[in-house]
Each structure stands twice: as C-alpha cells, then as structure tokens.
T-cell receptor, first 113, second 113 residues
C-alpha cells in the first residue's frame, strides 16, 4: 500500500533564506508524487509533479523537488523564501489501481520578515 | 487554462435545509472529484466521477448526493446535514481517472447550524 509522511507539521524560515519541506513515501512500485500548496481559505494549487521522468523536478514560483528512490524521499526546496510562500503544503502519492490521491498531513510554512 | 470554478464561495445552512454545491470545468476533463477538508487537515476524498458515471463513493453518508449532469459540471446536493459536516468542500478534475494530475477549485466553505 502507498503512503506518504510529511516529517514536519510546521516550518519557520526568515524571508530570503532557503526552504526545505520534507516528504517520505512508501510504495511498492515507481510512484507518482505531487506537491500542492494551499493558501488560507483557498483551494489547492499544483506546485510540481514527479512521474518517473527526470528526478529533479522544477515547479512554479521557484520551487523544486528531488526524487530519491534510495531514500524514498521527495523533499521540496526553494532557494529563497518570500513572504507570499507562507501557506500549507501537501505532499501526495497516487495509489496504484484506483489512482486515488493519498495526502500527507501537511506542513505549515511560516515566513518571518 | 487549468481553472475549476465552484459556487457558492460560502454557504450557511440549517440542518433541515436542502442546498447544492456546484463545480464547473471547461478543460475537457472526464474525471471529477469531491473532497471534504476540515480545518488543519488534508482533503478527504468523497466521490469520483469518470465519464459522468460514479466510479468511487468513499462510504459517504446519503445526506450527500452527487450528480454529474454533463462532462463539465458536477453538483453536490446536501440535505439534512449535521454541524460536523461544516468544512471546506473542494472539487477537482483530471483529464481522466487514470491521468493523475488533479486540478482543484477554490472550494465552498460550508457552515451547518
């Protein structure tokens, strides 16, 4: 069975410093993985997705994630945080067969001025 | 254009009311989804429609009744809801049920009194 674990429920960074949001997955096959961002009282916006092409995936707004099979990780990074990055971030793995989304519990990113 | 629209943005209803949520997409997607999201939690899948037919019902109570009148439109009919049903209801769509990338609408914030 597929699962995903977001290792930090809250992350605080200063504006202009790097962002690292951690995600580990469990899957018996090559997974499809996504990162979504949700700003307060908004829907989910797709940041990026991994579907077995390049292991380094570039997304919108300067975010990127690296798929590491040996570590079963798909961590989200950004070189320099902006105040507008403050939001909830969800890592998602897709189940085989039913193609359902399995969401992580989310990481709330706080950006300090 | 990757836009999914939802109306209304906010809804307050009593436990004896009947109301409906509406979701629309014009991307030619043939799979549409309803999710429920409680505060500080990830979204939970409720229903999946594939080619206008209900393909997944995640054991949702019958007071929630989905409808897919055509490939662009998805409704969620609400009747005799409970206060614990208060949540953000998100609609999503994907190219088809086997195409994994889902695009989310902004949600309807529902309050049941």
């Amino acid at each position: 069975a597929q699962s995903v674990t977001q290792l930090d429920s809250h992350v605080s960074v200063s504006e202009g410093t790097p962002v690292l949001l951690r995600c580990n997955y469990s899957s018996s096959y090559s997974p499809s993985l996504f990162w979504y961002v949700q700003h307060p009282n908004k829907g989910l916006q797709l940041l990026l997705k991994y579907t077995s092409a390049a292991t380094l995936v570039k997304g919108i707004n300067g975010f990127e994630a690296e798929f590491k099979k040996s570590e079963t990780s798909f961590h989200l990074t950004k070189p320099s945080a902006h105040m507008s990055d403050a939001a909830e971030y969800f890592c998602v793995v897709v189940t085989s067969g039913t193609y359902k989304y399995i969401f992580g519990t989310g990481t709330r990113l706080k950006v300090l001025a | 254009d990757t836009e999914v629209t939802q109306t209304p943005k906010h809804l307050v209803m009593g436990m004896t009311n009947k109301k409906s949520l509406k979701c629309e997409q014009h991307m030619g997607h043939r799979a549409m989804y309803w999710y429920k999201q409680k505060a500080k939690k990830p979204p939970e899948l409720m229903f999946v429609y594939s080619y206008e037919k209900l393909s997944i019902n995640e054991s949702v109570p019958s007071r929630f009744s989905p409808e897919c009148p055509n490939s662009s439109l998805l409704n969620l009919h609400l009747h005799a809801l409970q206060p614990e049903d208060s949540a953000l209801y998100l609609c999503a769509s994907s190219q088809d049920h086997r195409k994994e990338t889902q695009y989310f609408g902004p949600g309807t914030r529902l309050l049941v009194l």
